[in-house]
């Protein structure tokens, strides 16, 4: 009887895969949500199967903080990490998504696109300390902040989150901690970029300065290094430092000739005309 009831569970997956893969994403959740329901009723060994595993890594926005598959991904990681064909780190990412969700969206957002105006983050932090330990308190309730007040646009409270997040991990060159998709060096290279089209303020925009010599420091693909000294000297340039802007876009023009987005740039800059977009 056993068998039979998870042979039938796997046909509602591959439904609930089908109906996601259509684009019916409320259908199939509301599928994999009955399918989460009924696997929870079974034991460990008919439960937490390769073809279970790898479902529920693709409605991971189903799963929550008490269902026995977020325990597996928590306190087996590398054995979940077998059953399915996902880069190295994955548990973890995913068990910091569901934290995310269940332990800190519900106390920012009062609905899905308005924010409290003065989250309680001392609050949410003890609580995912407790739970789960400094190191997922500090990965995801930073983490968060950053993209919490990058969509508020409050560059001031953005900058020192972004710092917090920076001091919280040893960055090195190759390294992914930030959260981005292309590495470290790119995601501080990608924040001050976002900083020096978005904000005035000098104050963050020194900030911004140490985060794109930081980017510099740690970069391992010398074919990105142009871009990230054009960033470096865009910045400058806002700042009102002329003569350093132009000497570090002439010194991406030198490391890449046909780009002419920094041909643009520096004529731009002699030109004493705005680089960044004007709101």
């Known amino acids: 009887m056993g068998q039979d009831r998870l042979q039938s569970i796997e046909r509602m997956e591959k439904s609930a895969l089908h109906t996601k893969d259509s684009g019916n994403l409320i259908l199939a959740d509301s599928i994999a949500i009955i399918c989460k329901f009924r696997l929870n009723t079974m034991n460990d060994t008919m439960l ?55 332990m800190i969206e519900p106390f920012i957002y009062k609905t899905k696109n308005v924010g409290y105006s003065n989250p309680q983050w001392r609050f949410i932090y003890k609580r995912i300390r407790v739970a789960y330990g400094r190191t997922y308190a500090d990965e995801t309730v930073k983490y968060f902040k950053v993209g919490f007040y990058r969509k508020l646009a409050d560059w001031r409270k953005f900058g020192a989150a972004f710092n917090e997040e920076i001091e ?18 790119w995601t501080l290279n990608t924040t001050a970029w976002d900083v020096f089209q978005n904000c005035n303020d000098k104050k963050l925009l020194k900030k911004a300065v140490k985060w794109i010599n930081l980017a510099i420091y740690l970069c391992a693909d010398k074919n990105v290094l142009p871009q990230y000294l054009d960033t470096k000297a865009n910045i400058f340039y806002k700042m009102g430092k002329l003569i350093e802007a132009i000497q570090f876009e002439n010194s991406a023009i030198a490391l890449d000739h046909g780009n002419k987005e920094f041909q643009s740039t520096i004529t731009k800059m002699h030109s004493n005309v705005p680089t960044w977009l004007l709101k």
């Open 48 to 102: 937490l199967t390769q073809t279970n595993i790898q479902f529920f890594a693709n409605f991971p926005e189903i799963i929550n903080l008490n269902d026995r598959i977020f325990d597996f991904f928590y306190s087996n990681p590398q054995a979940a990490e077998k059953l399915i064909p996902a880069r190295p780190g994955y548990s973890r990412d995913l068990v910091k998504f569901i934290i995310r969700k269940d």
């Open 168 to 185: 919280n991990f040893r960055l090195t060159s190759g390294s992914n901690l930030l959260g981005g998709s292309f590495g470290d060096s």
